[in-house]
């Protein structure tokens, strides 16, 4: 497929109680807030997108209202509309968006529930230099799958992404920007959302990061370490109503002469979790917490 959106631009969250969550986006996850209501928070890292993360008030459990690409313009957004809709897929018209930031794009839903939006034109920030200790964006969503090959030929065949690496029983999803990955698929017995991984300027800013979430009362579930696929340091944590989060840096830059591997090439020795060697086994509440975030069910509306 020659069109291939740009990159993951945000994620929007349905919460029980907004106000903490904002408290914590804000205050401990170090984003900033640009654009709140009553029953909605949006919230910019350091780099270009208007917004990475929206929060919208709901009286029911934590949810993935949505998962926004970005897409190169409108002819773009019309490709991948019509191809998407053309498969039998539900989407919503194509139209001008009345949110935070604006833009032009559209609404679907893939085979197994999961809701996703494409989005150009959005009204961007001119200011993208790294702030230490502040997320520039998410660098990737780590999505659960009962199908991994059907959800990896949807990412591929509909959006344009490539499946550059496999390592267990991931999927790494590469799409029109330099980062290893964007998208990760992860088999599983449900099609919910494993974590949401931001990124962080540095190592140093993970570590610090890992230690102001321990001040504030949320502990390492997993790390610090270091990936093999993307070589990426880590660092997991349950944020508020134990959403599924991971600070990240040195997220592997790749191009046209990346040769992708599979499985069989990601080895390490028994009881190794990482590059590194020194990162225990995952908490037993990150083991309860990486198939419980699930996407909103809710009809699209145009």
């Known amino acids: 497929m020659s069109n291939r959106v740009r990159g993951l631009r945000s994620i929007e969250l349905e919460v029980p109680?907004?106000?903490?969550?904002?408290?914590?986006f804000t205050e401990v996850?170090?984003?900033?807030e640009v654009e709140a209501g009553s029953s909605a928070?949006?919230?910019?890292?350091t780099g270009r997108y208007h917004h990475i993360l929206a929060l919208h008030a709901a009286s029911g459990?934590?949810?993935?209202?949505?998962?926004?690409?970005?897409a190169s313009d409108r002819?773009?957004?019309?490709?991948?509309?019509?191809?998407?809709?053309?498969?039998?897929?539900?989407?919503?018209?194509?139209a001008e968006s009345k949110g935070p930031g604006g833009g032009y794009g559209f609404d679907f839903v893939d085979q197994e529930g999961r809701r996703f939006g494409i989005v150009c034109e959005v009204a961007d920030h001119a200011d993208d230099a790294d702030v230490?200790?502040?997320?520039?964006?998410?660098?990737?969503?780590?999505?659960?799958?009962?199908?991994?090959?059907?959800?990896?030929?949807?990412?591929?065949?509909?959006?344009?992404?490539?499946?550059?690496d496999q390592s267990g029983p991931l999927s790494f999803l590469h799409c029109a920007n330099t980062d290893h990955n964007s998208v990760v698929v992860c088999g599983a017995a449900k099609p919910t959302i494993n974590h949401i991984a931001f990124e962080?300027?540095?190592?140093?800013?993970?570590?610090r990061g890992a230690g102001r979430m321990r001040d504030a009362g949320y502990p390492i579930e997993w790390g610090p370490g270091r990936h093999v696929a993307g070589d990426n340091v880590?660092?997991?944590?349950?944020?508020?109503?134990?959403?599924?989060?991971?600070?990240?840096?040195?997220?592997?830059?790749?191009?046209?002469?990346?040769?992708?591997?599979?499985?069989?090439?990601?080895?390490?020795?028994?009881?190794?979790?990482?590059?590194?060697?020194?990162?225990?086994p995952h908490s037993q509440r990150w083991k309860r917490i990486q198939d419980m975030l699930s996407f909103s069910t809710a009809p699209l509306v145009d």
């Open 17 to 24: 109680n907004l106000g903490a969550a904002r408290k914590f």
């Open 132 to 164: 230490a200790d502040r997320p520039r964006k998410i660098a990737h969503v780590n999505l659960n799958a009962v199908d991994v090959n059907g959800t990896n030929a949807f990412l591929i065949d509909n959006l344009g992404f490539s499946l550059i």
């Open 41 to 45: 928070a949006y919230f910019r890292g």
């Open 200 to 207: 962080l300027p540095d190592l140093h800013a993970v570590m």
């Open 29 to 32: 996850w170090r984003l900033s």
């Open 75 to 94: 002819d773009s957004v019309r490709a991948f509309h019509s191809a998407i809709a053309g498969r039998g897929h539900q989407c919503t018209r194509l």
């Open 234 to 280: 880590f660092a997991y944590f349950a944020g508020p109503e134990e959403i599924p989060l991971e600070y990240t840096s040195d997220v592997m830059q790749v191009d046209d002469s990346y040769v992708p591997h599979g499985p069989e090439y990601w080895k390490w020795p028994a009881g190794r979790m990482d590059q590194w060697g020194i990162t225990p």
């Open 61 to 70: 459990g934590a949810a993935v209202r949505r998962v926004v690409f970005d």
